[in-house]
């Protein structure tokens, strides 16, 4: 079964970091571009980065530009996201998912972590 | 970057009956398109892609039409785990962005 599994979400205070972490299993991680998508709290969805499936190529919304970085260890089949600077608007479920093959479409996801920049 | 709609942003439907969800992009996707169905407090289940090709595992009451700007979701006879929030998404253009999404809930 493919199955993603996020941690590392927290309360941290503006300004402040964070690193996320999604653990792959289930298919062979390296073979994928990988992606993170987040959610704020009561709305829709937004595509946050990609990244290729040798850490090579990288992409970014441009509201996270500068402030995060995807990164990914094909060894542990993990991926992550470091997020620094953050703001109150970063608040939100941040949700792994895998790339479509050849396409920009998000299959599965996992069950998302929930990261809160507040003071 | 393409802006995509949906409409109604509430849809009320009876069990068993029809949903009909539309989705509009600000420009020509081709058939660059998919649906997500999202619970609450789950995360989003990819539904479409292609705009009209079911995901693996998913029912065949699901069926997704459209090309260009105009694209439809129908759910042929709603069942009670359908009740949910369906989002659009194209990826035709960079960066790939969503749709604010149709709530359907039970009449």
């Known amino acids: 079964e493919v199955q993603l599994v996020e941690s590392g979400g927290g309360l941290v205070q503006p300004g402040g970091s964070l690193r996320l972490s999604c653990a792959a299993s289930g298919f062979t991680f390296s073979s994928y571009w990988m992606s993170w998508v987040r959610q704020a709290p009561g709305k829709g969805l937004e595509w946050v980065a990609n990244?290729?499936?040798?850490?090579?190529?990288?992409y970014y919304v441009d509201s996270v530009k500068g402030r995060f970085t995807i990164s990914r260890d094909n060894a542990k089949n993990s991926l992550y996201l470091q997020m620094n600077s953050l703001r109150a608007e970063d608040t939100a479920v941040y949700y792994c998912?895998?790339?479509?093959?050849?396409?920009?479409?998000?299959?599965?996801w996992g069950q998302g972590t929930l990261v809160t920049v507040s003071s | 970057e393409i802006v995509m709609t949906q409409s109604p942003a509430t849809l009320s439907v009876s069990p068993g009956e029809r949903a009909t969800l539309s989705c509009r992009a600000s420009?020509?996707?081709?058939?660059?398109l998919a649906w997500y169905q999202q619970k609450p407090g789950q995360a989003p289940r990819l539904l479409i892609y292609g705009a009209s090709t079911r995901a693996t595992g998913i029912p065949a009451r699901f069926s997704g039409s459209g090309s260009g700007t105009e694209f439809t979701l129908t759910i042929s006879s709603l069942q009670s785990e359908d009740f949910a929030v369906y989002y659009c998404q194209q990826y035709n253009n960079w960066p790939p962005t969503f749709g604010p999404g149709t709530k359907v809930d039970i009449k």
């Open positions: 998912a895998r790339r479509g093959s050849a396409y920009n479409w998000f299959d599965p």
């Open positions: 420009q020509s996707v081709s058939s660059n």
């Open positions: 990244i290729k499936q040798d850490g090579s190529e990288k």
